[in-house]
Nanobody, 127 residues
Framework: QVQLVESGGGMVQTGDSLRLSCAVF????????MGWFRQAPRKEREFVAA????????YYSPSVKGRFTISTDNAKNTFYLQMSSLKPEDTGVYYC????????????????????WGQGTQVTVSS
């Protein structure tokens, strides 16, 4: 079993920064791929960023590349999404997700590949 607990959302203005955290609680050992997704009102959930177990490989949606950074601290069982230069179109509920995998180089950009999800945290960017 894996439980994810998110934190760090809030209401900010255009150009501000926020850091989201996702704490991973689990009873099994082994690596996992990690990802962040978001869902705006009346829109489908979309991929934001993903990272592999070692943190050496990351992948971003074109809409956030260069502004957002995903990272992981496996000693703390926590991974992060640092968001900078926020825009109103970044508004939405942000979800973290993990998928256990024995292949530590793997990461996934499709929501369907992830089994475990956080509860979501609201990010609102005002203009």
């Amino acid at each position: 079993q894996v439980q994810l607990v998110e934190s760090g959302g809030g209401m900010v203005q255009t150009g501000d920064s926020l850091r989201l955290s996702c704490a991973v609680f689990r009873r099994t050992f082994g690596g996992y791929a990690m990802g962040w997704f978001r869902q705006a009102p009346r829109k489908e959930r979309e991929f934001v960023a993903a990272i592999n177990w070692s943190g050496q490989i990351s992948y971003y949606s074109p809409s956030v590349k260069g502004r957002f950074t995903i990272s992981t601290d496996n000693a703390k069982n926590t991974f992060y999404l640092q968001m900078s230069s926020l825009k109103p179109e970044d508004t939405g509920v942000y979800y973290c997700a993990v998928e256990p995998t024995p292949y530590t180089e793997f990461y996934f950009d499709a929501a369907a590949r992830y089994t475990y999800w956080g509860q979501g945290t609201q990010v609102t960017v005002s203009s």
